[in-house]
């Protein structure tokens, strides 16, 4: 029972309830909603944010911020695309466009590590700086003919009906949770975001840590720019453009402190499911578009003051006592 | 003479430990006031009392024979109260005039920079010194930064202004440019309470000194009835029974660790001792000694420019943290939440940090378990109360966290153990605990440096004293042989009465 209060308590036990009473709102208001179809339909619109919201967890318990993955995410796309149509063959395209991840990841990464210049300003930097080597690949003209078996891992079922994206989805949830909460590495994470003297005191690899972070988020982005690629079969150059915020806002859902050192990877996955699941029931209620999004920037806010306010509440009662 | 300000038996605690015990103070216009007391004796508390940063636990603040409560800050300066500090607090990115009126809000909105530059001028000629207004106060040096402090304070009819070590920082002829300030504001009929561990500037200086000692007021004298040694005596002066009692020491004789004329621009000149194992050796001092940033070189924080540093007979260079864990040395911090643990972190996870290597398997796989069993033996070894080795570190009593920083450090097995003020802050159970813990680890054979400003501690734990002043080693006692005032004495430099 004590067990029981005690998940209930946390932040993940509040999200979960929260899940649950979406889902069950949902199945109630529509019959379609429970059906596999609609699952993987709702989660496949997303699968590329969902993706990167997995190594933010890490970005942010670190204590840092990365707004350049979705310029990564279009660069890398736009980098495939391009060099399918200079005829480049497909798997060569696709490793180069993950190189490239990696080099805009130690970009970041040798800024943000080596100089000391705060993280918001070097990614806000390149998130404007990649999207422009993106624009000048592409242009907006698009390009999609890309090899068959590309759009087909976009597009099609991998596992039964569920597609590639989804399963690497999956797998990489597992591994980042074992990353984050099991490892010596993503213990390092936490401290480092929590106090970074502390960290740096006890003998830890701070820079190393920031800069694999940071080159990971670049890869795991261009991956992701790919799989989107691939979803919607074409590249342009304002592909995934605004993404980094969906993103973010999934990651502070989740209970991730934005000061760094707090919040878990389940977290992070509830507060996908939570974003998914309304924004789904959302759209077979024929809601808008943009009022789900007004309402995922109310949950947001509420998200940061809860624990705001449980904290004050609980300082005012020891104050009284 | 009636008095402007007068602090009538003021108490202050702060859990378990008395800060201020039913402590008076008069303070009269035109007189310069000194305070004296050791490091711990209340100085700070009492000031921040006489600003409204705290509000006393009992007692009253009188003004002009009128009991006041200051809820804040802003209530003492609208009474005419003012601080300042080593530090000073200026914005840098404002100018000279800008800092000195930022407190008056109730001015008109618009600026007339004219008139605000040259009200500013006649704040500072008032001093007695002369600088341009329309200055950056980022491009003054520290001295006059002070000086805008002290003008924003009178442009505030300041009436009681506190200077809290104001001459810590300073040079030879800053310093005589101050005593020309505070001599100002006297002759301007202020009340001026001069705080200083420098006791040849309380003769050059105040009209009348109280020493404080434990929270507790021993004494206020006209300046000419007072010698420093008479002060020195006052302010270490204790029962006998409240001293911790000394153990016969481990010193094993076999010298572990060896410091030559080890030195770092700015902060400390030509240190050199040694310590053997199973010894402790005490660094004392004042706070601003440079004890602390002998301690941060030796374990690689701030590496030496240039000296020796030899351990087990090898010379060693240590350039971070990480190599000097790699060489046996743990250092224990005095600030425990800024550089000791991470608060927000489980107890077990903030153990285990130095030595995650230990526990990591394939892929940095964690063994969480043998982390608890770890944890759990120092829990059992150094009685740490907790509810259970995953709570966050923040939610333990000082005391208890001051044990899990040293679990922490012990578990990467030191050779050399640097502890710095391990006591602070602390209540005196966990204190004996501590004191008890530090001697055992002699006994197992580690060298035990300790850096405290606590004089009964350094005296009932050290094997040696070296006492350190203005980043040099003035003077060394065996601990048996040494005495709170030979030490005091050294440690502010008077000379021998």
Known sequence: ?321 | MTPVLVMRDISKSFGGTTALSAFSLTLEPGRIHALVGENGAGKSTLIKTMTGIYQPDSGEIVIDDRPVTFRGTADAQRAGVAAIYQEPMVFPDLSVAENIFISHQDRPKLINWTTMNDEAAAMIARLGVTLDPRRAAAELTLAEQQTVEIARAISLNVRVLIMDEPSASLSDHEVKRLFGIARALRDQGVAVLYISHRLEEIFALADTVTVMRDGKHISTRPVQEVTQASMIAEMVGRDMAGRFAREPSRDTGERLLNVSNLSRSGAFHDVSFHVNRGEIVCFSGLVGARRTDVGLALFGVEPADSGLVELGGQAVVIANPKQAQALGIAYVSEDRRKLGLAMTEGIAANITLPMLGKYAGAFGWLDRMRELADATAFRKQLNIKAANLTVPVGTLSGGNQQKVMLAKWLNTKPRLLIVDEPTRGIDVGAKAEVHQILRSLAAEGVAVVIISSDLPEVLSLADRVLVMREGRIVGEFAGDAATDEAVMRLAVAAEVA
């Open chain 1, 1 to 321: 029972m004590r067990q029981l209060r005690s998940t209930l308590a946390s932040w993940e036990g509040f999200l979960l309830a929260v899940l649950v009473l979406i889902y069950l709102v949902n199945a109630l208001n529509s019959a379609v909603f429970l059906t596999v179809g609609n699952q993987i339909n709702m989660f496949q619109l997303s699968v590329e944010k969902i993706i990167v919201a997995l190594v933010m967890t890490f970005v942010i318990i670190n204590g840092e911020i990365d707004l350049s993955v979705a310029s990564v995410m279009g660069l890398a796309a736009c980098a495939f695309g391009w060099l399918v149509q200079a005829g480049v063959p497909g798997a060569a395209a696709v490793a180069i466009a993950l190189a490239i991840g990696f080099l805009c990841g130690a970009f970041n990464a040798f800024f943000i590590v080596w100089f000391g210049i705060p993280s918001l300003v070097v990614t806000l930097a390149t998130m404007i700086a990649f999207r422009g080597f993106a624009r000048i690949l592409v242009e907006d003209r698009g390009i999609s003919d890309f090899p068959a078996w590309f759009d087909r891992l976009g597009q099609g079922g991998f596992i039964g009906p569920v597609p590639f994206a989804m399963v690497l989805f999956a797998v990489l949830a597992v591994l980042a949770y074992l990353l984050l909460q099991r490892t010596a590495f993503g213990r390092k994470v936490y401290f480092i975001g929590a106090n970074r003297a502390v960290a740096e005191y006890s003998g830890l690899d701070v820079k190393m840590v920031k800069a694999k972070i940071f080159i990971a988020s670049g890869v795991v982005s261009a991956l992701a720019g790919l799989l989107f690629a691939a979803r919607v079969g074409a590249v342009r150059g304002d592909i995934a453009s605004g993404f980094e915020l969906d993103v973010i806002t999934m990651v502070l859902l989740g209970g991730v402190s934005i000061f760094g050192g707090a919040g878990t990877m389940s977290g992070t996955i509830l507060a996908i499911l939570i974003v998914l699941s309304m924004r789904n029931g959302m759209a077979l209620q024929n809601i808008t578009g943009h009022i789900q999004t007004g309402v995922l920037g109310v949950l947001l806010i509420l998200s940061v003051m809860v624990p705001i306010i449980r904290e004050t509440g609980s300082r005012m009662l020891a104050r009284t006592r």
